[in-house]
């Protein structure tokens, strides 16, 4: 069975990027018949704020984007550091005292996997193979402590534990995929397929941030688009149905989807477009 996963860091608003991302993986899980799970991923403490983290599940709500599974990440941390223990117990990766980046003078015993230094291809759905060279990464730090886990640690922890079939998000994340495919192969965990999204872009084609206007679904929200528009538009950024139809609700979406019609470029954010779905949603 199909089993997809937004991912979010609750660290900041709810970002149009992460609920496009949401989207297409609530889409394809459903047109499949699989399941679409939540998970907060929230170990980074000092940033990580519980107002984000409402605004995530409320936003995703509000668009009728309904998880079936929730996950916090902080709340795996007695896994985490189980699966970290059996890889140093295994050699496959080693805690190495040395002084601390942050804090001078302060040891650290941070753990690291011992990379074999090799090629590391794999097929992304969108874009074909991928081929990354692993040398240059080194023994790699997969946490700050036996306890403390990084991202790439705890995602590819999390991602085999909730059977993770398919991981679907952004194109900026491309090149973490080699880091979680060697601590995969480390865990002897089965390596899901990739699709990495081509980015939100602005008109200048650079990434979309706050200097190209709003970029936070609830600021959409107030500004009073309907939640059927911003869904519409959503999926016509950086999925291409074919043919001239582009009115879409969320249930022909789920019916029509498929990650054969997810393009590789930038996908252009295009507000007079989004009013003008808006509009005939309205009408
Ligand atoms: N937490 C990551 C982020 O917010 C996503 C991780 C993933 O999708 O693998 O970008």
Redesign the pocket.
Known sequence: MIRTRI???PTGRLHIG?VRTALFNYLYAKHHGGVYAMRI?DTDKARSKKEHEEEIIEGLAWLGIKHEEFVRQSERLPRHQELLEKLVAEDKANVSEEESKNEPGKTVSVVRLRNPSRDVTFNDIVRGDITFHTGELGDFVIARAIDDPL?HFA?VADDWDMEVTH?I??ED?ISNTTRQILIQEALGTPRPFYAHLPLILAADRSKLSKRNGATSLIEYRDEGFLPEAIVNYLALLGWNPGGNEEHYSLDDLVRLFDLDGVQKGGAVWDREKLLSVNQRWMR
């Open positions: 991912a979010p860091s992460t991923e991202y995602v991981v998000r952004g994340h």
